[in-house]
């Protein structure tokens, strides 16, 4: 049963996902205290509920004294464009440092854990993107809290341009394909930003144990 009142921590709050996870945790009755790691502070949030500590994300001897007591761990942690950064870079981060904090969290007691994650991923995949978004959901899988919650959203469709020509023209396209992606397909609908960071808080307030993967329809129903 979950608790009444729930601590959270969250990595990651500066990312488009991760700002709207934290507002919007700010604003729930069952959340009693919000704690964000991150390389700097989120600005423009402001709650008594909400602490802030800027930690080296590569290091968990620099934020393990934050993990105690938390009920529910966040992870929104990512690179934006990878398209842009060498394989093992991204791996150091997308993968090896979400690792290294689901591990602390575990180790400190943390019963929930919740991942931004891609539609996609497969530790088999032949795309090294997607194989590696899959290996790190292998290994989350592998410390078995109590409740894990993998996110798989398809594209993230935020409100502003934040990456240039390429990004301009998949959120002018993206949403005019949802009507075609239908049965089977609908996972790889595109999601408001808001929407997917609205959901991401309130699964909090489901109930639920084991490992549950959450794709659009699951998305937008929270």
């Given at each position: 049963?979950?608790?009444?009142?729930?601590?959270?921590?969250?990595?990651?709050?500066?990312g488009?996902?991760?700002?709207?996870?934290?507002?919007?945790?700010?604003?729930?009755?069952?959340?009693?205290?919000v704690?964000?790691?991150?390389?700097r502070?989120?600005?423009?949030v402001?709650?008594?509920?909400?602490?802030?500590?800027?930690?080296?994300?590569?290091?968990?001897?620099?934020?393990?004294?934050?993990?105690?007591?938390?009920?529910?761990?966040?992870?929104?942690?990512g690179v934006?464009?990878?398209s842009?950064?060498?394989?093992?870079?991204f791996?150091r981060?997308?993968k090896?440092?979400?690792?290294r904090?689901?591990?602390?969290c575990?180790?400190?007691?943390?019963?929930?854990?919740?991942?931004l994650g891609?539609v996609?991923?497969?530790?088999?995949?032949?795309?090294?993107?997607?194989?590696?978004?899959g290996?790190?959901?292998e290994?989350?899988t592998?410390?078995?809290?109590h409740?894990?919650?993998?996110?798989?959203?398809?594209?993230?469709?935020?409100?502003?341009n934040?990456y240039?020509?390429?990004?301009a023209?998949?959120?002018?396209?993206w949403?005019?394909?949802?009507?075609?992606?239908?049965?089977?397909?609908r996972?790889?609908?595109?999601?408001?930003?808001?929407?997917?960071?609205?959901?991401?808080?309130?699964?909090l307030?489901?109930?639920?144990?084991?490992?549950?993967?959450l794709?659009w329809?699951?998305?937008?129903?929270l």
């Amino acid at each position: 049963m979950m608790p009444s009142s729930q601590s959270v921590v969250l990595l990651g709050a500066t990312g488009a996902v991760g700002s709207q996870v934290a507002h919007e945790l700010a604003q729930m009755s069952d959340v009693e205290e919000v704690t964000l790691l991150g390389r700097r502070p989120l600005e423009g949030v402001s709650s008594p509920k909400i602490k802030q500590a800027v930690i080296d994300v590569f290091d968990p001897a620099s934020y393990q004294s934050h993990l105690a007591d938390q009920d529910v761990a966040i992870c929104t942690l990512g690179v934006g464009q990878p398209s842009k950064m060498d394989r093992e870079d991204f791996v150091r981060i997308d993968k090896t440092a979400v690792l290294r904090f689901a591990t602390a969290c575990k180790q400190a007691g943390v019963r929930h854990f919740e991942l931004l994650g891609s539609v996609g991923a497969d530790p088999r995949s032949r795309s090294f993107y997607l194989r590696t978004k899959g290996e790190l959901e292998e290994g989350l899988t592998g410390l078995e809290f109590h409740r894990l919650s993998l996110f798989r959203p398809s594209m993230i469709l935020t409100p502003t341009n934040r990456y240039g020509l390429t990004q301009a023209m998949t959120l002018a396209i993206w949403p005019l394909l949802r009507p075609l992606l239908v049965g089977g397909a609908r996972k790889y609908r595109g999601i408001e930003v808001a929407h997917l960071g609205r959901a991401m808080a309130r699964n909090l307030s489901a109930e639920g144990e084991g490992v549950e993967v959450l794709h659009w329809d699951a998305i937008t129903h929270l």
